[in-house]
């Protein structure tokens, strides 16, 4: 079963399974995390769905789209790994992925 | 012994479920309970008339939270269950015939759709869109639908407007006024949203008069216009606004005239009776301190996030800034501050080209932005709007001026 690693603003390490085409924002809040708001539910309209991904992880995502990258300039926590997580689809080549989830603004 | 909660949550929607998990993040040991009176655990509105609809997502997609989430954190889900009455002396609530105290009450009932009125109101095929019930009744009405009329241009009704256009239906928008969305945004917006959907081949009918609903054997077979003119139909969706749910609460003596007052920490006037969401009318400092109530998720969470901080002891009045988001066919719609009321607009952008903002001003002062298709001029727009910026209506035009350079320089 592929894992997604989830590690929640208190630093906890999470491990949970994968759903192939889901959004990973949708993994995380099926998994009862309150952490992340994720208010506008993938309408990639409120950026509150913010992540950080594993570093080395990042090539392996499609790149982002120009509102996904305009989105997460409104979050003064961003860092060159940050992601919109309901923009990044789970699949099996993601297994192991890493993300944790950024501080709200 | 009658049951008692140390929060009693009323409305297991965006506000109220927001309300509990938001107890329980914050440390809450109480005991929590929502009483909500749709069967389902809490799930999302805005993919009712969008994605859920269309059948892009299936019910389980849109809940708020997974099923098991509410009994993992001790709190009780009482679906399914009605709240009749309060009791502000005894502190207690009326449901399903049960009395169920509370130590503080945090009301979150939203509203419930407006209804048509004219003849013909009550025939089978006359929908609104607000639960997955209502949702559900349209989905299942889909196939045997050739022709559907929907009653009001706002935002829900264009939605389900552009959903059944996508489904090849043939749709009749009927708008009272001059202009779709006017009760909330400018004229080009409502403009440029007419000419999408009649090039999406939907008929938008301006200053239409709804006269009644005709009927065949107890079901939809038509609308007929003021003027004489018949539409066959077999479906009508109503999108005409909605009546806030907050009837106990007056019963009980709360003040308010439209849906429930509350103050800038979601207090009504009964004592540690709260109220959020769509059926509060706060004080907004967006829309210069009138009093209003605001449809929005931003709104019902952020309301939720103050009524808790009240509970908790550490309260903070609410602040928040307005947005909100629409989408119809491939356009993406994300507003905010609040436009009612504006005196002048600047367009940014150039409709034609299918991606642009309308500026609003009230006073010589930003006060809100329609963003279409331009994420940019939404995010870097937020502070344009926070500080209520007077900029230069000639800078803000000009698309080579980016929005967060002009706040500065203002
Ligand atoms: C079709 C549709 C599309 C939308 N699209 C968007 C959008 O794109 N963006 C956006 O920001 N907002 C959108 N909204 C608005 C948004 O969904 C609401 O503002 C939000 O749901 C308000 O939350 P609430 O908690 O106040 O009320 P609700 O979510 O309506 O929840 C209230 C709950 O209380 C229940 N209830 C009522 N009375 C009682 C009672 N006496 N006892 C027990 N339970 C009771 C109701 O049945 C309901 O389940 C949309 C709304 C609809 C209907
Ligand atoms: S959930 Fe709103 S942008 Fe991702």
Redesign the pocket.
């Known amino acids: 079963m592929p894992t997604l690693i989830v590690t929640t603003l208190d630093g906890t390490e999470h491990r949970v399974e994968g759903v192939t085409g889901r ?1 990973v ?1 949708e993994i995380i809040r099926d998994n009862g995390f309150t952490d992340m ?14 992540v950080y991904v594993g570093p080395d992880q990042l090539a392996l995502l499609p790149d982002m789209s120009e509102d ?1 990258n305009e ?1 997460l300039d409104s979050s003064s926590h961003r860092k060159i790994n940050s992601r ?4 990044i689809v789970f699949n099996g080549a993601l297994d192991g992925l890493h993300v944790t989830i950024a501080p709200e603004d | 012994m009658p049951r008692a909660y140390d929060v009693v949550i009323v409305g297991g929607g965006h506000g109220g479920a927001q309300a509990a998990a938001l107890l329980r993040q914050s440390g809450f040991e109480g005991t929590v309970a929502i009483i909500g009176d749709e069967p389902e655990p809490p799930y999302e509105r805005p993919p009712l008339s969008k994605e859920y609809l269309a059948g892009e997502k299936p019910f389980d997609r849109i809940l708020l939270r997974p099923r098991v989430f509410w009994s993992d954190r001790g709190i009780e889900l009482l679906t399914g269950t009605r709240v009749t009455a309060i009791d502000p002396l005894t502190r207690t609530v009326a449901a399903n015939g049960d009395t169920i105290g509370y130590g503080h009450l945090i009301w979150a009932a939203g509203g419930q759709p407006r209804r048509l009125s004219c003849e013909g109101h009550a025939l089978a095929g006359v929908l609104t869109v607000r639960t997955k019930a209502d949702a559900d009744a349209m989905k299942a009405a889909m196939d045997r639908v050739d022709a559907a009329v929907v009653v009001g241009g706002g935002y829900i009704g264009l939605e389900a407007a552009a959903v059944l256009s996508k489904f090849g239906k043939k749709v009749t928008v009927l708008e009272a006024q001059s202009r779709v969305l006017a009760r909330v945004a400018g004229e080009p917006l409502s403009r440029f949203y007419e000419a999408e959907h009649r090039a999406h081949g939907v008929d938008i009918r301006l200053n239409a008069q709804l006269r009644r609903i005709l009927g065949t054997d107890g079901s939809v077979s038509g609308a007929q216009l003021a003027d004489g003119e018949v539409i066959p139909c077999q479906l009508v969706v109503v999108g005409i606004g909605i009546l806030p749910s907050v009837a106990p609460l007056i019963a009980a003596g709360a003040a308010g005239t439209n849906g429930v007052d509350v103050d800038a920490y979601c207090r009504t006037s009964l004592p540690d009776v709260y109220a959020i969401g769509d059926c509060a009318a706060h004080v907004n400092m967006y829309m210069d301190g009138q009093r209003i109530r605001l449809e929005s998720v931003q709104n019902a969470n952020d309301q939720a996030a103050t009524a808790v901080k009240a509970i908790l002891g550490t309260p903070a009045p609410y602040t928040a800034t307005p947005w909100f988001w629409s989408n119809q066919y491939d356009l993406r719609l994300q507003t905010l501050g609040l436009s009612t009321g504006h005196d002048d607009f600047v367009i940014r952008g150039d409709p034609a080209t299918r991606s642009f903002s309308v500026i609003y001003f009230r006073g010589g002062r930003i006060v809100a932005l329609d963003c279409v298709n331009a994420t940019r001029d939404y995010v870097q727009g937020r502070k344009l709007v926070e500080a209520g910026a007077t900029v230069d209506r000639a800078r803000i035009a000009d698309t080579t001026n980016a929005l967060k350079d002009l706040l500065t320089a203002a």
């Open positions: 959004p924002m708001l994720a208010l506008c539910g993938g309408a990639r309209s409120c950026a509150t769905c913010h996904e989105l919109l997580s309901c923009q």
